[in-house]
């Protein structure tokens, strides 16, 4: 069962954070778009699963019930919140969980059957890794929207100056930093990541409360999800250790 449900984990995550740029999250209301982010969500499931297409098919059915709900049911100024983010997350994660206690020997007849085993660790890395750097842009990004929105018209703002999109690559490294050392049994090394982005940043944080405020906001918030999600990715590790 375990197998079953990082397999379908890493189809997910590459599929919603790595195979779906930001254009075409932009255009997910075009039918062509949506049905391109469907098919992709199947091919990856069907590839990771070792070619069970009709768990990848129910995958894909489900992924598409939850993406339709989102897309086209929310109301707009609910759409790009981070609760419909997270609702919209936890409702896939619910589907692969439910798939795998389904139809838990799925990975025994594919094609990766004789190598589960030694794919384990490697799968869970990875998907724990695209969820803490990836995943987390989203997050924080949505999380900060209402505060970068406040920024949008003041010159003397955090956002104003620096090089295009350098917060989102400084956010990814720190969190990508983060789940390497916990991974690493070196977790007391992020206490020295988050004194040097103290320093680095002290600059910007002393130009005003509001830009001390929004600095503190999305360093507390990017770390806490650097460090959520690796604590989360070292659990699934012992779990799949433990299991036969």
Partial sequence: MIDVFIALLLAHVVADFIAQPDAMIRRKTEPAIFVLHIMVVFGLSWGALGGAWQ??????????????????????????????????????????????????????TGYWADYVADLRSPVILVSGAIVSIWTGGFAVGLLMKPYTDQF????????????????????????GLIFLFLCVGEATATGFLIAAKSVLRFDTASKGQKAGEYVIIGTLASFGWGLATGYATLSLLEIAAASP
């Fill in 55 to 108: 768990l990848a098919s129910m995958i894909a059915a489900a992924h598409l019930m939850i993406d339709a709900i989102k897309t086209w049911a929310l109301p707009d100024t609910w759409r790009d919140s981070l609760p419909a983010f997270l609702g919209d997350q936890a409702a896939h994660i619910l589907t692969l969980a439910a798939a795998a206690i389904l139809m838990p020997e799925t990975m025994q």
């Fill in 152 to 175: 949008a018209a003041d010159e003397a703002g955090p956002t104003a100056e620096g090089l295009d999109n350098a917060g989102r690559m400084i956010g990814k490294l720190e969190r």
